[in-house]
T-cell receptor
Framework: GESVGLHLPTLSVQEGDNSIINCAYS??????FIWYKQESGKGPQFIID?????DKRQGQRVTVLLNKTVKHLSLQIAATQPGDSAVYFC????????????FGSGTRLQVQP | DADVTQTPRNRITKTGKRIMLECSQT?????MYWYRQDPGLGLRLIYY???????NKGEISDGYSVSRQAQAKFSLSLESAIPNQTALYFC???????????FGPGTRLTVL
C-alpha cells in the first residue's frame, strides 16, 4: 500500500481466492490501526481494527495482522468476492490527545469473476 | 437513515468564492473530523472538534475554517476558494473513548 502518487497499487485476484493487502505504517509509536474499504463515490467504510497489544484479529472473512518489528500491517480477505472490489486504506493513530487517524495512500483490489 | 450526512454532495464554484460544506450526525458522538482526499491519495486531516467549544487544527488547515454549531453539526468553510482545493471532502464522527471513525458519503468540490 505504498504511495506512488496518482497511481494506486493494484491487486488483481480471482473470485474465490484469498487476498492479502499490505501496508507499511510510519510511526513506531502508533498504538491503533484500522482498515477501511472505499467504493467509488462513497465514503470510507470501517472493516476491522487492531490495537498494538495484539498481532492478529479476525472478523467475518477478514483478518488483520500486525508486525510491529517491521511496522507492517496486512489485511487478509478470504474467498474474495466481486463485491470486495474497492480501494482499501490502512490508517494509524498515535496521538491520544486528538485521536486522529493518519491514512496510507491505498491499494485498489480488483476481483476477476 | 445514514448516521453521517454531508451537503452538498457535489459543488462547482469559482476561484475567490466562499463555500460552506455541512456535516450532520444522528449518533450523538462528541468527536467530529473533516478530511480531504486528493486523487490516488489517502485522507488528510483538516480540522477536528471534540465538542461544541473545542476546535482544533489538523495538518492542512490553511485556507479553511470550521464551525461546530451544535453537537450534531460541524461545518467546513473555504473563505476564498482556490483551484488546488478541488478535492473530495469527508466528515467523520467518533464516539468518546473509542478510536474508530465513521465517515459520511463525501462532498466533491471543484474550484474553477
Amino acid at each position: 500500500g505504498e504511495s506512488v502518487g496518482l497511481h494506486l497499487p493494484t491487486l488483481s485476484v480471482q473470485e474465490g481466492d484469498n487476498s492479502i493487502i499490505n501496508c507499511a505504517y510510519s510511526n513506531s509509536a502508533s498504538d491503533y490501526f484500522i482498515w477501511y474499504k472505499q467504493e467509488s463515490g462513497k465514503g470510507p467504510q470501517f472493516i476491522i481494527d487492531i490495537r498494538s497489544n495484539m498481532d492478529k484479529r479476525q472478523g467475518q472473512r477478514v483478518t488483520v495482522l500486525l508486525n510491529k518489528t517491521v511496522k507492517h500491517l496486512s489485511l487478509q480477505i478470504a474467498a474474495t468476492q466481486p463485491g470486495d472490489s474497492a480501494v482499501y486504506f490502512c490508517a494509524e493513530s498515535w496521538d491520544t490527545g486528538r485521536r486522529a487517524l493518519t491514512f496510507g495512500s491505498g491499494t485498489r483490489l480488483q476481483v476477476q469473476p | 437513515d445514514a448516521d453521517v450526512t454531508q451537503t452538498p454532495r457535489n459543488r462547482i464554484t469559482k476561484t475567490g468564492k466562499r463555500i460552506m460544506l455541512e456535516c450532520s450526525q444522528t449518533k450523538g458522538h462528541d468527536r467530529m473530523y473533516w478530511y480531504r482526499q486528493d486523487p490516488g491519495l489517502g485522507l488528510r486531516l483538516i480540522y477536528y472538534s471534540f465538542d461544541v467549544k473545542d476546535i482544533n487544527k489538523g495538518e492542512i488547515s490553511d485556507g479553511y475554517s470550521v464551525s461546530r454549531q451544535a453537537q450534531a453539526k460541524f461545518s467546513l468553510s473555504l473563505e476564498s476558494a482556490i483551484p488546488n482545493q478541488t478535492a473530495l471532502y469527508f466528515c467523520a464522527i467518533a464516539e468518546g473513548g473509542r478510536d474508530e471513525q465513521f465517515f459520511g458519503p463525501g462532498t466533491r468540490l471543484t474550484v474553477l
